[in-house]
């Protein structure tokens, strides 16, 4: 039982570069969210996906592109980095209802030099 | 909107005292409020949480929260803290669109 999966665990880009942080669960939830965490600023949401199909713009969206491929997968586009990107991500899902718990993923470490 | 607040990012206690996070919500409609924690290097896991009903909340590793709704309030307690518990404490407000939001965290050090 996997749970939330994220890949890569580390990523070193250079400012400018592409990338896609991928995640994926295996407990069949209808929504997903992408947070970024910084130093004395806690999580902050940058997409969520209340279902498939769907996604919305949290707290922190401006250089952030996301895709609901399906209701397993959701992945973070950074189209063009930027040092002010580096930070941990972090992958939750949950069932869908307001009262359920999330669940993370072990987070993606990501340095933008 | 729905948010947290979390009072005190660092909090220091000795093992064997009691540990008292503390979280105010802002919610314009009955809350559901959450606490995580996590560990060095590791994502959240749930601590507790508290949907309806007994407002006094058990959860795991000894800890319980307390929602106070004339406070606004889920403060975190533990009567008396382990080394094991230094950590990151994050309180959460879940949002009627679906959001989930969190507050700034707290650090717990538990000094021997």
């Known amino acids: 039982n996997a749970g939330v999966t994220q890949t890569p665990k580390f990523q070193v880009l250079k400012t400018g570069q592409s990338m896609t942080l991928q995640c994926a669960q295996d407990?069949?939830?209808?929504?997903m969210y992408w947070y970024r965490q910084d130093p004395g600023m806690g999580l902050r949401l940058i997409y969520y996906s209340a279902s498939e199909g769907t996604t919305d713009k949290g707290e922190v969206p401006n250089g952030y592109n996301v895709s609901r491929l399906n209701k397993r997968e959701f992945s973070l586009r950074l189209e063009s980095a930027a040092p002010s990107q580096t930070s941990v991500y972090f992958c939750a899902s949950r069932g869908g209802t307001e009262n359920t718990e999330a669940f993370f993923g072990q987070g993606t470490r990501l340095t933008v030099v | 909107a729905q948010s947290v607040t979390q009072l005190g990012s660092h909090v220091s206690v000795s093992e064997g005292a009691l540990v008292l996070l503390r979280c105010n919500y802002s919610s314009s409609v009955p809350p559901y409020l959450f606490w995580y924690v996590q560990y060095p290097n590791q994502g959240l896991q749930l601590l507790l949480k508290?949907?309806?009903?007994?407002?006094l909340v058990k959860g795991i590793n000894g800890f319980e929260a307390e929602f106070k709704k004339s406070e606004t309030s889920f403060h975190l307690t533990k009567p008396s803290a382990h080394m094991s518990d230094a950590a990151e404490y994050f309180c959460a407000v879940s949002d009627p669109t679906g959001k989930l939001i969190f507050g700034q965290g707290t650090t717990l050090q538990v000094k021997p």
């Open positions: 407990m069949n939830h209808n929504s």
């Open positions: 508290y949907t309806t009903g007994a407002t």
